[in-house]
């Protein structure tokens, strides 16, 4: 069930639920779809940091961003690829140049704007050019590129990875991987996780073919910066302790159908934030360089008292406890990389984006939500759905909240915040006064006025509480009166 959040995103919050300091998964399908028998260096990682946010990210799809890092990453990463696939003496730069473009003539056609397929060339070029500075591609001896391991244990975990490249030392073989992005700091504070991953992947290859890598490196081709991976056996014993604890916590995770939270700094990049106990708590905030987290005014998760019940979880037999062996299933790609909640790298007040709209914008949040009301009202009373039917049920909304935003903003803009007060405001009114689908026009005429009287006067009467009580120490402000139910008491007469 991976959607893009803004696209259904309440359902797909429906499908979650706080369980004390975990996020249990209360639809068994959403967690059957991302079980698996086996643990890859990515999903083990996740496994040792916030396990909620890992399980939520992957029932996200990512907006498609051709200029986003992972998918310049991911172009770059091909190119190169494809540059050791030729002959040693054909790995140049213009030959690398030559695959990028080719590569760019399969993202963009002859209808897209010609500056924009060179502003990409460009960036995918500065992603991966460190890497001539790096190493002479044409002394590189190539084993094997893109070469995936599976089928094997790695520390008593079925264990599933792709490797960049395979290359022959003078004494045997070496493994490498590519990172277009920053080259990290602090490794001892915050952790390994590039070495860890090669780490692994030595390990792996020295059970599956009986030969121990004699030495692994990073390739950090944005900033041309090599890195010599330690295999050496106390950092080897720690990462493959680390790779075992995270395969218990995975199968403990999928056994209870929940996830633990580990609030981190880390909370100020995840979708997340806003709706997590665990980071409120700690005090955790969407960070100002983080592409928007979900609105906590407009969507919820409910908690539950009590964890997910466990016939929910449907455990498989690979996940008996401690359950440490291989199944005969397919291994599928692991896809976290590829899946990671993006939402599009741009603000959402910015209502467009490289002269487009921007789909991450609170503008496009309110028109689709406008119109996923008139849908959801449409199949509510049984109504026929179409596009013209949808159609004009949007636009009846659209009217109504013009008219309760113009009591906040004196106008209809879709990228206000006024615009989804407005639109709260409509769904209450709408609960109270259903839609007279089948009226006559004067009935119906009716309704629109009675619906934008209401929906202003919520609004209306919501700013009038708000200037009685904004500023208690002003004089000129009255407070609130001293017993406002008495509206309601039972006439004398
Ligand atoms: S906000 Fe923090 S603790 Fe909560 S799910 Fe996200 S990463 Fe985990």
Known sequence: ?????????????????????????????????????????????????????????KHVRAEPDLFGPAELGTAAHSVLEHLWNLPADARTRLRAMGLLRSLADQHFDDSNDENLKTEWIAEVRAAYLGYFELENPHEVKIVATEQTVTDVEVAGVPFFGK????????????????????????????????????????????????????RAGLLYTRHAVHKNVALSKPRMRETLSDFADSWDTFATCFRDAAFETKASPLCGWCPLVNLCPAAQEAGFRQSDRAVPAIDARDHTIAHTD?????????PDAAYSEGGRHATDQTPEKDTIMETKTRFIGTKP???????????????????????????ETLASADQTINRSSVRALTQTFAKVIESGQEVLVGTLAWNDNSNTRARGALRSVLQVNPFPFGSSSDELDAWFALAVRQTRSIIQVAMELHEQTAAADDDD?????????????????
């Open 349 to 375: 007040w910015d209502e467009f984006a490289r002269g487009q709209i921007n789909p991450n914008s609170y503008a496009v949040a309110g028109v689709i939500g406008t119109t996923e009301l008139a849908y």
């Open 477 to 493: 402000v009255e407070g609130l009166p001293e017993q406002p139910w008495a509206h309601f008491a039972a006439s004398d007469n």
């Open 1 to 57: 069930m991976s959607i893009l959040v803004g696209d259904n995103l309440d359902s797909l919050l429906q499908a979650f639920a706080w369980d004390g300091d975990r996020l249990a998964v209360a639809d068994s399908q959403a967690l059957d779809a991302q079980r698996r028998d086996y643990l890859s260096p990515s999903t083990a990682e996740a496994m040792q940091g916030c396990a909620a946010r890992w399980i939520f990210e």
């Open 163 to 214: 490797i960049d490249r395979i290359i022959a030392t003078d004494g045997g073989i070496g493994i490498d991987d590519t990172k277009t992005g920053k080259v990290p700091k602090n490794i001892g504070r915050y952790g390994d996780k590039h070495g860890d991953q090669l780490r692994l992947y030595s390990e792996a290859l020295r059970v599956r073919d009986g030969v121990q890598p004699e």
């Open 306 to 314: 009590a964890p997910a019940p466990r016939e929910q979880a449907s």
